[in-house]
């Protein structure tokens, strides 16, 4: 099946800094790929829809001025929480889609500690 | 809007028993249904999925049954095993192009042997 592979899959950061994720689907290319979060025992919330060339789409609440989204080639994603403090602290995976079908697939996810 | 539900864990069953995790959806139209797996340490992995009314998606051993009239995809097991453990996601997606899944919180499911 198709691989979507993300990186870091956990980070460390002092509040303040920003931290860039990336996502990237290794043997297909996607126009589309979805950024969630996820909170302990909690569901996978959609923060927004990046699509290739074009800017993202946010989700209502998701700040788009500290989730930076960037989907600049047709396999690569990246996610930047800038100027991250504590609650910002999550775990962020990404999905894309298989063009040929439309099928999602994930990558492993982010695990972000803010300090 | 569109929303899953399902049911809170943690489940917790002893090796060979039957297993069954609810979940039921809102929708408008006429969603794709999916379950999803997350073993610890790894990523989601899809298990099943149906698209339509009365479909049953299954999966080693898994399976559900996309029931409109109840507007359920309840997943169910014969058998557990150990390396079953995990937890378990269902979601939607409704039936447009080029968009995202939305997800229920996830069933933690343990399996003692």
């Known amino acids: 099946g198709a691989v979507v592979s993300q990186h870091p899959s956990r980070v460390i950061c002092k509040s303040g800094t920003s931290v860039k994720i990336e996502c990237r689907s290794l043997?297909?290319?996607?126009?589309?790929m979805f950024w969630y979060r996820q909170f302990p025992k909690q569901s996978l919330m959609l923060m927004a829809t990046s699509n290739e060339g074009s800017k993202a789409t946010y989700e209502q609440g998701v700040e788009k001025d500290k989730f930076l989204i960037n989907h600049a080639s047709l396999t690569l994603s990246t996610l930047t929480v800038t100027s991250a403090h504590p609650e910002d602290s999550s775990f962020y995976i990404c999905s894309a889609s298989l063009p040929s079908s439309g099928e999602l697939f994930f990558g492993e996810g982010s695990r972000l500690t803010v300090l | 809007g569109n929303s899953v539900t399902q049911m809170e864990g943690p489940v917790t069953l002893s090796e060979e028993a039957f297993l069954t995790i609810n979940c039921t959806y809102t929708?408008?139209?006429?969603?794709?249904l999916f379950w999803y797996v997350q073993y610890p340490g790894e990523g989601l992995q899809l298990l099943l999925k149906?698209?339509?009314?009365?479909d049953k998606g299954s999966n080693k051993g898994f399976e559900a049954t996309y029931r409109k009239e109840t507007t359920s995809f309840h997943l169910e097991k014969g058998s557990v095993q150990v390396s079953d453990s995990a937890v378990y996601f269902c979601?939607?997606?409704?039936?447009?192009?080029?968009?995202?899944?939305?997800f229920g919180k996830g069933t933690t499911l343990s399996v003692s042997s």
């Open positions: 979601a939607l997606r409704p039936n447009q192009a080029g968009t995202a899944l939305i």
């Open positions: 043997d297909f290319q996607a126009t589309t």
């Open positions: 149906a698209t339509k009314a009365d």
């Open positions: 929708a408008t139209g006429y969603p794709s």
